[in-house]
């Protein structure tokens, strides 16, 4: 089971929408807390919540051309990372802004002779939204003691993510939201099937730049077994 924002997350609609829904009688809580009226959500309800999405989109059927998702389990380190954290106005900036920041920090990297790794988005609203979006473009700094990084100007910082035992994973080769939204919805559906919960924020690692033709990503969403 998920809590309303992390279904929120892996089905790519807002908490909002997912209320409506359930006002409307079209997609009901798999459970309700009744003590304190909290909803839970299954990843079996991913279904239907996509039939009912693509009800809504004109020409488009998750059914047709729908992309296949292998999903693992594996351990990430801890990294030391140039980052920035900003809020973004809309999910329509997004594209632009992360290109932005990124820059900004590559920059910023290749000035003082640092060692780049593989880009990231951390995603750090407890649910999907589309305004307001709390994310945090981050590049692995490679091959040097945090010690001799040089304080960086703000709004870059210098910080070590966490590290994880186990993350389910996913890789995505196609830059579309279709494709993304399916690759969360899998995950989701995985997480739940294999009895793990989300202990953490979800990320995406960019293995190629954003916007070439052969765009590679890969979804990761830190898990602990479920307990009872």
């Not at 590559?106 to 979006?133: C, Q």
């Not at 052969?214 to 009872?228: H, L, Y």
């Amino acid at each position: 089971m998920f809590q309303i924002g992390e279904f929120s997350r892996l089905g790519s609609v807002t908490i909002e929408t997912l209320r409506h829904y359930d006002a409307l009688g079209l997609l009901k809580p798999a459970k309700v807390d009744p003590s304190t009226g909290y909803r839970y959500y299954s990843a079996k309800q991913m279904q239907p919540l996509n039939r009912i999405l693509a009800l809504k989109e004109v020409g488009f059927s998750l059914e047709e051309n729908m992309p296949v998702y292998e999903v693992t389990l594996k351990p990430v380190e801890a990294l030391t990372v140039a980052a920035i954290r900003e809020t973004v106005p809309t999910i329509e900036q997004m594209s632009q802004r992360m290109g932005e920041l990124f820059h900004a920090i590559a920059s910023w990297m290749m000035a003082n002779n640092l060692s780049l790794g593989l880009p990231m988005i951390i995603y750090h609203d407890k649910s999907y939204t589309r305004e307001n979006i709390n994310i945090e473009c981050a590049i692995p700094i490679g091959n040097i003691a945090s010690d001799d990084i040089p304080s960086p100007e703000h709004p870059i910082v210098v910080r070590h993510t966490d590290a994880f035992p186990h993350v389910a994973t996913t890789i995505v080769t196609e830059q579309k939201h279709e494709s993304f939204k399916l690759a969360y919805n899998t995950l989701g559906q995985w997480i739940e099937d294999q009895g793990y919960c989300i202990v953490g924020p979800p990320r995406d690692i960019y293995y190629t730049p954003p916007g070439q033709e052969d765009f590679t990503a890969e979804i990761q969403f830190p898990v602990e077994k479920s307990v009872g």
